[in-house]
């Protein structure tokens, strides 16, 4: 008979059921859980047209259900509305990828990035009606103050920006990952903690009405998997 709960030394472990389904459900769900994600394309032309806050909680949320080196869940997310506050951040992102263009990034970096057709331009930081800024935890300060461990950070906030990405995505709205490097400047402008640093910026909006992604493929299966 299933107990209440474990006691594993002397912490507690509830009973748990994942949902099953039958093969034939199992091959239907993958194979369209699969088609769906693969429509899915990194997008920089947004509308501004307002997104409710509920959704995008409900979209963060998911995000937070992600596994975490011991539970940490050592991330913070920063939703940023303000008009003045995206302004600032335009500016300072497209100061930083200036610098980035013309000098940090190499000739063979700035061929490879040729197909995706970017630039220092960022109007999306300031017409995307939000910019979610992922924040990891490279440490926890505790009550007293004190320095607490975080573990496979740079892991665990990957895996919480992939859901977050694939939350976006089912709720038809679309995103970027923009990587404006170096990021200091977000930890700056949004005043953050000593703990934190920044990781990844994502504009979320609704898909300006036309919209033009490079023409790049993924690669087949053959090229990304192998069976021993
Ligand atoms: N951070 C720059 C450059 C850039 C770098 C990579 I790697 C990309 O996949 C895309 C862009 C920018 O956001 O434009």
Redesign the pocket.
Known sequence: MTKDYLLIDGFKHYPFTPEQFSENEILEKTASYYTFMDKRRSVRHFSDKLIPLDIIKNIIRTASTAPSGAHKQPWTFCLIQSPKIKQQIREAAEAE?EK??TQR?SKT?LQ??AP?G???D?PFLEIAPYLIVVFKKAYEIDKNGEKRQNYYVNESVGLACGLLIAAIHNAGLVTL?????PMRFLEQILERPSNERAFLLLPVGYPAKEVYVPAIKRKPLDKIYKIY
């Open positions: 990828e980035s263009y990034m970096w490879d990035l995706l970017t630039n220092t960022k990952t923009h990587t404006p490097s």
